[in-house]
């Protein structure tokens, strides 16, 4: 089956289109594909003429529900990566630097978020995050990442902003202990936030652009 087929399929399952119908409009699944509306209500066809999905076209939002032949494609996908997996602990991705907006650094940089840190994985993270793009082929191994459990590192509520549920996953670029954090509620991105005791771009001599490789823990 073509992956961009089974990469929207898996996007509707992690929605709940494996057990029930789930609202969703062409709209949201463009913003979880990262594509436009247009693009997104062409590939829910595309996915209805494979017989991969199935909706029902209510009086007020369509709702999508993947069929047994589509479940049946996304467990060969599945044996497929289990197969790659199931004999090792870490998954590597491969990216380049980018410049990041300074909110990880923000972020990590709180009392709360340090402390647990420090506590789950052994060291206290610099007050900034390494960005890296992830290349589009290895996209699916992020989404692994995504989908193991990792360290937790609990919200909180300050000064009547709310911070959320962190996952943290051990890493290492280059022998350097670091992890990378990923928002429970994370939205589909292609960049991850590393962080680490060190400044990496400086410890590593990084700059954007630079191309490096992020051993994941899993």
Not at 10 to 19: H, Q, S, V
Not at 68 to 85: H, N, Q, S, T
Not at 90 to 113: K, N
Request: aromatic share 8%.
């Amino acid at each position: 089956m073509d992956s961009k087929f089974t990469f929207a399929l898996r996007k509707i399952a992690m929605l709940g289109g494996l057990e029930d119908y789930v609202a969703l409009s062409s709209r949201e699944l463009g913003d979880t594909l990262d594509m436009s509306q247009q693009s997104a209500s062409k590939r829910i066809l595309e996915l209805l003429d494979d017989n991969l999905i199935t909706r029902d076209l209510g009086a007020r939002r369509q709702r999508i529900k993947i069929t047994p032949k589509g479940v049946e494609e996304l467990k060969v996908e599945y044996y497929e990566y289990k197969k790659i997996f199931e004999l090792a602990d870490q998954v590597v991705l491969h990216g380049a630097i980018t410049e990041g907006m300074g909110e990880g650094g923000y972020y990590i940089c709180q009392p709360r978020y340090m402390e647990q840190i420090e506590a789950a994985l052994g060291f206290r993270p610099f007050e900034g995050t390494l960005n890296v793009i992830v290349d589009k082929e290895d996209m699916p191994k992020l989404e692994i990442v995504r989908g193991s459990t990792g360290h937790r590192i609990s919200g909180f509520i300050q000064d009547g902003r709310s911070f959320g549920n962190v996952i943290a996953h051990p890493a290492k670029i280059h022998n350097v202990e670091c992890a990378i954090v990923i928002p429970e509620r994370s939205h589909y991105s292609n960049v991850i936030e590393i962080i680490c005791q060190y400044h990496l771009r400086r410890t590593l001599k990084l700059d954007n652009g630079d191309r490096i490789d992020v051993k994941i823990k899993i």
